[in-house]
């Protein structure tokens, strides 16, 4: 009998050993995959930032033109010396 208990405990001893081994790969792949999404996210957040800037900008130069300010507006007119 206690050869049996010996083999059943080396037995479970080698599955836990198999699940830990298992557990330790899918935490290294999940920090692998946060990592990259943080990475991607930053630099999301930077397009937007970006973005978000050309169109202030563009919002500004566009309130220019319909107030009739700036070089923009005077563009289409005809030359007074014409």
Do not use: W
């Not at 169109?55 to 300010?69: F, H, K, P, S």
């Amino acid at each position: 009998m206690p050869l049996k208990a010996g083999r059943l405990l080396e037995s479970v001893a080698m599955a836990n050993a198999d699940a830990l081994e298992s557990l330790e790969t899918r935490v290294a792949f999940q920090d692998e995959s946060i990592k990259e999404l943080s990475d991607e996210l930053f630099r999301q957040q930077k397009q937007i930032e970006t973005l978000e800037e050309a169109c202030r900008l563009m919002a500004q130069q566009l309130r220019a033109i319909a107030e009739g300010d700036g070089e923009a507006a005077g563009a289409d007119e005809t030359p007074p010396h014409y």
